[in-house]
């Protein structure tokens, strides 16, 4: 174990959303508990994955470039196992299209830190 404040001991979260002040806001919500890596879009989240093997991917829906649902598509491909939450407005549109992608569940924004960190924590089991 590393001293320092490092995040060794923290799980890793990535953090997939376009919309800065929504990734900012996840960052300060969860920022002390765990890791956070940050994507934009869904092409970054799946070089990312890559990079980084996070414990947990929090999943926008609508995004450029490549969207939540692609995207997870796309990290199931590289890591069957990839425990990815969506975070989406459109539940009941979009939701069901990450879910079919490999989600394993779906939560609804607005959310509180602490719907978040059960979530998160369900999965880490």
Same mark, same amino acid.
């Given at each position: ?26 960052? !300060?919500? *969860? ?52 425990? !990815? !939450? ?17 989600? *394993? ?21």
């Amino acid at each position: 174990m590393k001293k320092g404040g490092d995040a060794v001991n923290k799980r890793r979260v990535m953090v997939v959303e376009d919309d800065s002040a929504v990734l900012e806001t996840v960052q !300060i919500m *969860l920022g002390d508990k765990y890791e956070i890596i940050p994507a934009t879009n869904g092409e970054e989240a799946v070089k990312k994955y890559k990079m980084f093997k996070p414990d947990v991917v929090l999943m926008d829906v609508m995004m450029p470039v490549m969207d939540g649902v692609e995207a997870t598509k796309e990290i199931k491909k590289i890591d069957p196992q990839a425990k !990815i !939450i969506g975070l989406t407005a459109y539940a009941r549109k979009k939701g069901k299209e990450l879910l079919d992608a490999g989600a *394993l569940e779906v939560v609804e924004k607005p959310f509180t830190r602490r719907q978040l960190i059960e979530v998160i924590e369900k999965y880490l089991e």
